[in-house]
T-cell receptor
Framework: NAGVTQTPKFQVLKTGQSMTLQCAQDMNHEYMSWYRQDPGMGLRLIHYSVGAGITDQGEVPNGYNVSRSTTEDFPLRLLSAAPSQTSVYFC???????????????FGPGTRLTVT | EDQVTQSPEALRLQEGESSSLNCSYT??????LFWYRQDPGKGPEFLFTLYSAGEEKEKERLKATLTKKESFLHITAPKPEDSATYLC???????????FGTGTRLKVLA
């Protein structure tokens, strides 16, 4: 199993450009999520999905868009990049956590994004 | 409001010097509390899940415990390879949202 994969690993954008960060998992997990990690702020939830066709907003969704057409893939779209979106982005997946299972998350290696 | 606070922010230990990291949480109901390890430039790596007060989990030199208000990650006789940032997260009941603390940066000196 490859686990959770993310592409690209590094990206530099100019203000106003758009792009898509890719995330895929091969563990058949229903739950997938996107976080951003900034110094001193910890991991903050951007968007999440509990299954194909179902997405919802997290703590910091503005400026980002997601869709979930398959169980495996959960891309994150930056609509019009801003310097405030400079960050490290992590994708994670887990089982939905039915019954007594809370659903530990498995993280990808991250995408380091710089917006100039 | 659900929140997670970790302390200390940073900790330096000599090899073999045992210590504990703290994770205090406030949630309306707890579905699970998670500990992760994060190495520089990498994604967090899952360590433990705790579900209810009184529960304990162990893995090598690490032991996680849980009360109704906080969790501790005890590190016994640490080695330099234990140096990393340790993250705590909670999943409140009735939600699929996970809330992370800001982490404790641990440095173990040889």
């Amino acid at each position: 199993n490859a686990g959770v994969t993310q592409t690209p690993k590094f990206q530099v954008l100019k203000t106003g450009q758009s792009m898509t960060l890719q995330c895929a998992q091969d563990m058949n997990h229903e739950y997938m999520s996107w976080y951003r990690q900034d110094p001193g702020m910890g991991l903050r939830l951007i968007h999440y999905s509990v299954g194909a066709g179902i997405t919802d907003q997290g703590e910091v969704p503005n400026g980002y868009n997601v869709s979930r057409s398959t169980t495996e893939d959960f891309p994150l779209r930056l609509l019009s990049a801003a310097p405030s979106q400079t960050s490290v982005y992590f994708c994670a997946s887990s089982s939905r956590g039915e019954s007594r299972v809370a659903g530990e998350q498995y993280f990808g290696p991250g995408t380091r994004l710089t917006v100039t | 409001e659900d929140q997670v606070t970790q302390s200390p922010e940073a900790l330096r230990l000599q090899e073999g010097e045992s210590s504990s990291l703290n994770c205090s949480y406030t949630v309306s109901g707890l579905r699970g509390l998670f500990w992760y390890r994060q190495d520089p430039g990498k994604g967090p790596e899952f360590l433990f899940t705790l579900y209810s007060a009184g529960e304990e989990k162990e893995k090598e030199r690490l032991k996680a415990t849980l009360t109704k208000k906080e969790s501790f990650l005890h590190i016994t006789a640490p080695k330099p390879e234990d140096s990393a940032t340790y993250l705590c997260a909670v999943r409140p009941s009735g939600t699929y949202k996970y809330i992370f603390g800001t982490g404790t940066r641990l440095k173990v000196l040889a």
